[in-house]
């Protein structure tokens, strides 16, 4: 029975529990709930992804209405993957949280904290889910007001705006992809994705294109690609540690979950790539915010806006395998999806705890860090070579997977600005390694402390992770083929149940 | 093999000299194998599907994991010598980072494919960083810049772009004998292939891509006689050594039109390397512009891609860092002992120090070339080779080099042993002593090595025999 409503429950738990922290309102008893609710999302979404791998894709019916009547759940190997690195960090990230929190959000609001944390999940894990086209954009609306007050929440002046900012960027965002789904909608009388697919009228109606337009530029404002990024930074920089390390790790991810799977397998990827040349247009935008975000990551003085600038670039990586579409492309893209997920979630954390330690994040007053606070800045440096993609790190996996698809179409100088641009990692990464561990203590540094072992272990385990999928890609790498190859194949169309 | 023991000296460099005698003991015991023509290989992981992390023995690498482990052993004994006499900070970093390194540098060696050869590569460009910044001065952070720019930004822009378009255009990236780009791609793609390569190993030196060598000289002397000299500079040429004969093939590249720019390329190397290292007064610096101009001869011997360029490139790897640390060695003891680092403070040093510089004196006559010591046999085999390939101006090209050797080595002994110190001359010797022990007995062991190699030049020959085989029957 619970086997059976796993798809479901995937969602419904974190979605129950939220507004449980409400009614509950002691901080303590809230957080306990929130951490046993977030291993449970966890749980379940491995075992949906081991269904997924070992028995097919899973459709689930939402209340006993059959698609395309009801709300129809779909699991396929991409969302599985999906899910696991969203509900993997959210648990992950909600382990780390409770001493970061109390520093950071005043003890009469923290239940509304972990209220709208479990909202936020609730409503990325939905997006990876859901096999409906308005359910998605439920969904995108539920975890996008969460984030605004999740940053908000952030103590300082700055994340008041900052949130305004994301707001507001947020519902345009949407609102164009509502307006997507709408003509979508008009044009096929179906909601559900599958249904729609089949039913899209082949030779590329005006109507379709236009939403297609839509929903592209809605869909890349919420993926933050190049040039609509600007809410990014300052919401990253702003927001509490927690809601950082979070946004980073899942947010952006699930966005471009949604581009793929419009693209994909809604479009087809004849229609998108073939038919409209999207994918000429995405390259460019890729490679340019490559090196335009790289390069403003290296003049920022905040860590966390120097990763949130870094997570611009790294967003690029992921569109220009998407936009490759090939196997090896597409399997770069979707890989490097989880890869830095996992590595800008584990930066973002160490962050925090040079955050709670240090009292501030900016580089100059971080002289000497390395030697008071050793395992944190090892974190943040291991981290740091991920995001270069040093081989040995699950970012050189990305990188290896997207530079072989580069040089499959012969596109040699795609291949070179890919390399060039890692370099500029490089830059910003060693500004910060340099300052930690060449200089002696001084100012902050020196009455830091190492961080707690609450903050300090799951920091560590998630950079351990991005070292061990550097090596061992069966989990990561094999996933996103078989995720790319179903996605090519058009296997939405042909799901079995 | 990474020493924690933070607290007791004693014990750390116990363990730092136990793992150096291990690990070339177990090198040693493998030796007897790659003779006998077995190339035993081992699997690690398998990172993308047909690509695994894998280790083969092969002559070429087992001569290169000899060297670096045994000059890590005696580099090792100098170390602690050198560190202590010192007094330098951050001992326990130094080690762990040193051991990281080699074995980094083993995994370059012995590494069974190519992209397990970029891994450790990285890995030895990481692990050494900590050691060239290691005195945290305005200055060494400068170097240790230098030193990971060009390092890194030209592994990653180039050496990675040529791995994975090997791989899109051969589909493996094993070494095997003979090549994998053999017939596998026309002639324009592995001429850029061939330069990617070329410049993409930034450790080769290759002008213009030398200049993070002087750079990484603001390390401790241990650093730059072993890495600096063995075991960083090696990788790079052994890569390139590596690549001509395994993944190009020694046949095919000779059949690259236009090839012949890397020649050219690694002639002017060596010229002009020489040619600065005479007017640097800074010891090491000069030591480390000679490096450059010796490594572009093992460069030239790849690229003449022959029998005897092979060879002559391959035992050029191994007189060079016996003759090269040898110098470095000498360089630290003078810095130890009598705090010099520029030339023309060492007048009459030699009365002071007399066992460093007769070995200052044995690993410079190495260096250049001038029998019966190590060094001339290698040059010998790369004459040949130009001879062979019918380049005179490169013969040319050699001789000259030497004698630029002769020019900006030769004086340092000369004045150390004939010139009157400055100044007082009774006074200021008088207050000089020998180096610490156990540097003696490190520079000692290297310099006769420099003499001993020459007797056993023919063993390595049938070492790296096979390695020129395809390139000898094809009429090289």
């Not at chain 1, 239940?111 to 709208?116: I, K, N, S, T």
């Not at chain 1, 699930?254 to 390259?283: C, E, K, P, T």
């Not at chain 2, 090491?284 to 011997?301: E, H, I, N, P, W």
Request: proline share 4%.
């Amino acid at each position: 029975m619970i086997e059976h409503n796993l798809p479901a429950l995937q969602v419904v738990i974190p979605l129950v529990a939220a507004p449980l922290c409400v009614v509950i309102r002691n901080a303590r008893a809230v957080y306990g709930m929130t951490f046993v609710v977030a291993w449970l999302t966890f749980a379940c979404a491995v075992a949906l992804f081991i269904r997924v791998a070992d028995s097919g894709d899973i459709v689930y019916a939402m209340g006993g209405w059959v698609a395309p009547w009801g709300i129809e759940y779909r699991v396929d190997q991409l969302s599985g993957f999906v899910l696991v690195l969203v509900a993997g960090m959210g648990a992950v990230v909600a382990t780390w949280a409770p001493r970061g929190l109390a520093a950071e959000v005043a003890p009469s609001k923290r239940h509304l904290f972990w209220a709208l944390y479990l909202l936020c999940l609730s409503g990325l894990l939905g997006i990876a889910i859901t096999g409906d086209l308005f359910n998605v954009f439920v969904f995108l609306e539920i975890s996008a007001l969460s984030s605004y007050g999740l940053i908000a929440l952030g103590g300082r002046r700055k994340a008041l705006p900052a949130a305004f900012r994301y707001l507001i960027m947020g519902t345009i965002g949407a609102t164009f992809i509502l307006i997507g789904i709408g003509l979508m909608y008009m044009m096929t009388g179906t909601l559900n994705m599958a249904d729609m697919a089949t039913r899209l009228p082949v030779d590329g109606h005006r109507t379709v294109l236009v939403a297609f337009a839509f929903l592209t530029v809605g869909i890349s404002l919420k993926a933050a690609l190049f040039p609509l990024h600007a809410w990014l930074p300052d919401a990253y920089a702003y927001a509490p540690s927690t809601v950082s390390a979070l946004l980073a790790a899942t947010a952006t991810k699930v966005s471009v979950y949604i581009l793929l799977r419009f693209f994909l397998s809604v479009f087809g990827a004849d229609f998108a790539f073939g038919g409209m040349g999207v994918g000429q247009i995405l390259m460019v935008l890729a490679v340019v915010g490559m090196f335009v975000a790289s390069a403003a990551a290296i003049f920022q003085g905040n860590l966390k806006r120097m990763l949130a600038y870094s997570s611009v670039a790294q967003i690029g990586y992921m569109v220009l395998g998407i936009s490759l579409a090939s196997t090896a492309g597409l399997t770069g893209g979707i890989v490097h999806l989880f890869n830095h997920g996992l590595i800008k979630g584990g930066m973002f954390m160490a962050t925090g705890c040079i955050l709670l330690r240090a009292g501030s994040v900016e580089r100059d007053e971080l002289a000497g860090i390395g030697k008071t606070m050793p395992w944190t800045m090892m974190a943040w440096t291991l981290g740091g070579l991920g995001l270069i993609g040093v081989p040995g790190t699950a970012g050189f996996v990305s990188k290896w997977y997207l530079l072989q698809a580069a040089l499959e179409q012969g596109h040699v100088w795609l291949a070179v600005l890919l390399l060039l641009s890692s370099l500029l990692a490089v830059a910003y990464v060693w500004r910060v390694v340099e300052q930690a561990y060449f200089k002696k203590p001084a100012g902050i540094g020196v009455g830091a402390r190492e961080a707690p072992l609450s903050m300090l272990l799951p920091t560590l385990v998630v950079i351990g992770l991005t070292l061990f999928f550097g090596f061992w890609t069966d989990f990561p790498a094999g996933a996103a083929g078989a995720a790319a190859e179903s996605l090519l194949g058009g296997a939405l169309m042909g799901g079995t149940s | 093999m990474v020493a924690l023991l933070r607290r007791s000296p004693n014990v750390r460099e116990t363990v730092t000299l136990a793992a150096g005698a291990g690990t070339f003991l177990t090198a040693l015991s493998l030796l007897g194998d790659v003779m006998a023509g077995i190339r035993p290989t081992f699997t690690l992981v398998e990172v993308f599907p047909g690509l695994p992390v894998q280790f083969t023995l092969e002559p070429l690498g087992m001569m290169f994991a000899l060297i670096a482990s045994g000059l890590w052993l005696v580099t090792s004994v100098y170390a602690i010598g050198y560190m202590r006499g010192h007094g330098e900070e951050n001992q326990t970093r130094f080690y762990a980072c040193f051991a990281l390194s080699i074995s980094a540098a083993m995994g370059v060696a012995l590494a069974g494919n190519m992209l397990t050869l970029f891994i450790f590569y990285e890995i030895l460009t990481l692990s050494t960083y900590p050691l060239v910044s290691h005195h945290g001065t305005p200055a060494a952070k400068k170097g240790a810049r230098t030193y990971l720019g060009v390092l890194m930004g030209t592994s990653v822009a180039f050496l990675l772009l040529a791995v994975a378009w090997t791989w899109v255009v051969a589909g493996t990236l094993d070494f095997r004998e003979g090549g994998i780009l053999a017939g596998q791609a026309g002639g324009g793609t592995l001429l850029v292939l061939l330069g990617l390569y070329a410049f993409g190993t930034g450790k080769a030196a290759l002008m213009p891509f030398h200049r993070w060598l002087p750079a990484a000289m603001v390390a401790p002397t241990p650093v730059s006689a072993l890495l600096h000299a063995v075991a960083v500079v090696k990788a790079g040429v052994f890569t390139i050594l590596k690549v001509v004969v395994y993944i190009f093939g020694a046949e095919t590249l000779r059949e690259i039109a236009g090839s012949e720019w890397l020649l050219y390329v690694a002639a002017a190397t060596m010229l002009l390397a020489s040619l600065v290292a005479m007017g640097q007064d800074n010891l090491k610096r000069r030591l480390a512009y000679s490096t450059v101009s010796q490594l572009a001869y093992v460069v030239l011997g790849a690229a003449l891609a022959n029998a005897l360029g092979l060879i002559g490139g391959g035992l050029h790897i191994l007189t060079h860092a016996f003759g090269k640390i040898t110098l470095f060695f000498c360089a630290g003891a003078i810095y130890v002992a009598a705090h010099k680092t520029e030339i023309s403070e060492m007048r009459g040093l030699g009365r002071a120090m007399p066992v460093t510089m007769t070995a200052f004196l044995i690993g410079a006559l190495s260096v250049i070339g001038i029998p019966p010591l190590a060094g001339s046999v290698s040059k010998w085999y790369l004459l040949g080779a130009t001879l062979d390939a019918g380049h005179i101006a490169l013969a040319v090209a050699l001789v000259v080099s030497t004698l630029l050797n002769v020019a900006y080595l030769v004086p340092i002994p000369i004045r150390a042993f004939f010139s009157k110190p400055e100044g007082d001359p009774a006074g200021q010797a008088g207050g000089l002593r020998e180096a610490p022990a156990w540097c003696l007995v490190a520079l000692s062991i290297t310099a006769l090595g420099c003499i001993a190699l020459l007797f056993w030049a023919d063993r390595v020959h049938q070492l790296l025999q096979p390695i020129a085989a395809p390139a000898a029957a094809a009429g090289g």
